[in-house]
Each structure stands twice: as structure tokens, then as C-alpha cells.
């Protein structure tokens, strides 16, 4: 996905201008953890497989685009919901059509697994599974009608939550039970050569998903964290504004948690933008806090959220598995250090 809201990039861009010493070294520390960092780790559950995480992205990618209504969609679909179900988690299929910006309706499932279902404190971890239909960013404008692989800006994000909740199935002693929300129709969004402007015509699934979110008795999500374009080459994780305006604290405990894992040049103490993502209507509808975990990189020319956001090449070959470990471990470190 993502739109940056333009009332706040301005802004941004200056404030990056003025912290570029600072950001330029974070980047470097990024690239290469360093022994030191390593030895200052205090993990705490499982060791994230960057290896298996980065099979099920590519698992999802051998479907082809998953964009909505096709048959690509459908069969990853159902892989996704069997693998949740073969990791231990109960499964609900969440199924609606949704009208696209243009009239189209689109035939969306939010895919709903929970680990330990039973379990009355519980935390949300969402991602988007859908795959955006058009490389509208893409340098070539041939391509701008050609639908997006989605390694990174969809595949991603499922990836890691698959691997968490692989390790969650062999785990006895964490205390808290988790939701796995797969959001659907996130990526319909209004094309850049539509010349169209409509904000809500992103994150539909989420949108769906939250409006008929309903708390199970005596039970709490205490808070949620959204992961998109989690694998990305040279990737970097501000704090997005929206997330500080709804769930600083969430936005503190997960920089911590990075910390602590070690991965603190991946999760920068410095704010980026606010962006337009499924995190927003679980924020303002659903009223759980939830903060994004999404790339942000101020000098790239083509997107600030990377080179291949949109295009043809958000393919396998740009798909760190180095990224995807800092983000999963530090995910695995909220979870088995909240009570």
C-alpha cells in the first residue's frame, strides 16, 4: 500500500533534512548488526527462522499476483488458512463484498487464526495478504497497469506471522493468547493515473474487519501491531505518526523490544510520516491501539517507502531475510515479555 499524507510530508522532509548525520549512521548499522549489539541482546522466547519465513513469502509468490477477484487470490487463500490451521490456531474465514473505488466489487476474505483461542489477555498481529493490481509507481509507465508480485508489500507481513505462530505452536510458557488477522482488499486503492482522490478506498478489509469487530466475553486485546513491507532490502522502521497518536506507549514497548533483541538499527528513534493503512480503522472504529510497523526511507526518490513499493520488481529477488528477522525476533520479544 501506502499513501504518506501529504499535509505532514513536507514536514517530514525538512526534519529529515536537518537529522541526516544521524539517520546516514543508523543506515549503516542497519545494513550489518555488529558484535557488540549481538552481545547486548536479552532475548527472550524463540529464535526467529529468517529461513522459514522467507520460504512462505515465497510460497505465497509462486500464486502469482494476489489481486482481488482472481484465481491466484483464491488459491493462496486457502494455503494461508491451512497452514494457520496446521500450526495449531482456529480459523474463521471473514467474507464480504466490497465496492472498489470504481464500482468494482470485490469478493475480499479477512482471514481471522487465533492461537490459543481460550486465552483472555490477547494481543492483535495483522498484516495485509492482498496484492496491489496495478504498478502505478513503476519508472516504466508501461508497466503502470500491470499487477504487483506483492513479495514484499503483502507476502511479507504474512510471512511473519506465519513463522510466529509456528513457533508459538511448540512454545508451553507464554502467558497470553494471539490473534493473526490477514487483512484483505488493503491494495484497491485508487490508482495514481486515475486522478482520482479517495483515502477510504484504501484498507477495505480492514475497514469490513473493524466495523464488525466484537470482543469475545472476558476477553482483552490489549493492543495491535500491523506489519507491512516487513522484508524490504535496506529497510528502516520509523515511528508512523498515527501510531503515536493512538498507541504511543505500543510504539515505545516495540522500539524496546527491538532494542533488546539487538535490532535497534532497523527501529529508529526518530518519527516518520503518517500514513494511510489498515491500522487506521482498527484504531478509530475497533478502538484498539494499534501501531505500523512499515519501512520508511527519506531519500529514496522514488517512494519514500523504497524502490520496489508499487512496482514490478516487489518481487522475491528484493526480499531481505535479515529484515524479516529483525522484525520478527522483535515481535517474538513483545509477545513473550507481556503478562
Not at 504518506?4 to 510530508?9: I, M, T
Not at 516495540?254 to 494511510?276: C, D, P, R
Not at 512499515?294 to 531481505?320: A, C, K, L, R
Amino acid at each position: 500500500m501506502k499513501k504518506l499524507s501529504s499535509s505532514v510530508s513536507s514536514i517530514m522532509s525538512l526534519a529529515f533534512v536537518v537529522t541526516l548525520l544521524i539517520s546516514c549512521a543508523s543506515c549503516k548499522q542497519a545494513t550489518k548488526q555488529s558484535d557488540d549489539d549481538l552481545q547486548e541482546t536479552s532475548l527472550a522466547g524463540p529464535t526467529f527462522d529468517a529461513d522459514s519465513a522467507y520460504f512462505f513469502c515465497e510460497q505465497q509468490c509462486a500464486f502469482g499476483p494476489r489481486t482481488m477477484n482472481s484465481t491466484a487470490h483464491d488459491q493462496c487463500r486457502e494455503w494461508i488458512v491451512n497452514k494457520f490451521k496446521q500450526f495449531g490456531c482456529t480459523v474463521e474465514e471473514q467474507n464480504a463484498d466490497l465496492k472498489g473505488y470504481d464500482g468494482t466489487i470485490l469478493k475480499s476474505t479477512n482471514i481471522i487464526a487465533r492461537f490459543r483461542p481460550e486465552a483472555k489477555k490477547r494481543i492483535l498481529l495483522c498484516a495485509h495478504w492482498d496484492s496491489r493490481p496495478w504498478a502505478d509507481n513503476d519508472p516504466d509507465e508501461k508497466n503502470w497497469k500491470t499487477p504487483v508480485l506483492g513479495a514484499n508489500d503483502g507476502a511479507s507481513g504474512v510471512a511473519v506471522m506465519l513463522e510466529i505462530s509456528r513457533l508459538l505452536q511448540k512454545d508451553t510458557t507464554i502467558n497470553i493468547g494471539v490473534d493473526f488477522v490477514c487483512f484483505d482488499a488493503e491494495d484497491w486503492g485508487v490508482p495514481q493515473w486515475s486522478g482520482i482522490q479517495a483515502e477510504d478506498s484504501w484498507a477495505l478489509g480492514a475497514q469490513y474487519w473493524s466495523n464488525n469487530y466484537k470482543a469475545v466475553d472476558g476477553q482483552e486485546i490489549m493492543f495491535g501491531i500491523l506489519l507491512d513491507m516487513v522484508g524490504g532490502e535496506n529497510a528502516q522502521f520509523y515511528k508512523e505518526g498515527f501510531s503515536m497518536k493512538y498507541a504511543p506507549r505500543i510504539v515505545d514497548r516495540v522500539w524496546s523490544a527491538a532494542q533488546s533483541a539487538g535490532y535497534s538499527g532497523y527501529f529508529v528513534s526518530q518519527t516518520g510520516g503518517y500514513i494511510t493503512d489498515d491500522h487506521d480503522p482498527v484504531n478509530k472504529i475497533a478502538g484498539i491501539p494499534t501501531i505500523d510497523i512499515i519501512p520508511y526511507y527519506p531519500y529514496n526518490e522514488s517512494s519514500s517507502f523504497g524502490p520496489t513499493w508499487h512496482t514490478v520488481n516487489d518481487d522475491m529477488q528484493h526480499i531481505d531475510r535479515q529484515t524479516m528477522k529483525a522484525v520478527g525476533q522483535t515481535v517474538i520479544q513483545v509477545l513473550f515479555t507481556t503478562e
